[in-house]
């Protein structure tokens, strides 16, 4: 289970730093047609960037449901059966008095 979390931990860092290091250029959804000629060029490396920040966040995405379904295995109550329960004298605060 540790181990997962640290991957997880990796990959958010890793998908910040991808997302930081792309340039806002204005080009919305234009899909560029790229060859291995232009890998390298400033369009060709905006478009691996573009690729490896998707590829890190289907990963992310993938290690956060199984580390959900890890988590929920060991456990017999949902989230909502391990929170505390409230009574109702807990639930409504006592009048306040007034001083004499």
Do not use: C, H, W, Y
């Not at 690729?51 to 289907?58: G, K, N, V, Y």
Request: glycine share 10%; proline share 4%.
């Amino acid at each position: 289970m540790t181990t997962l979390i640290v991957i997880q931990l990796v990959l958010a860092l890793a998908l910040v730093i991808l997302v930081l290091l792309q340039g806002s250029d204005n080009e919305g959804l234009g899909l560029g047609g790229g060859t291995f000629g232009g890998m390298m060029s400033a369009r060709g490396s905006a478009n691996l960037l573009s690729r490896l920040t998707a590829l890190t966040a289907t990963l992310f995405m993938v290690m956060s449901v199984v580390l959900t379904i890890t988590a929920s295995i060991g456990s017999d109550k949902n989230v909502l059966e391990s929170l505390p329960s409230l009574n109702e004298e807990e639930a409504l605060p006592e009048e306040p008095s007034i001083p004499e």
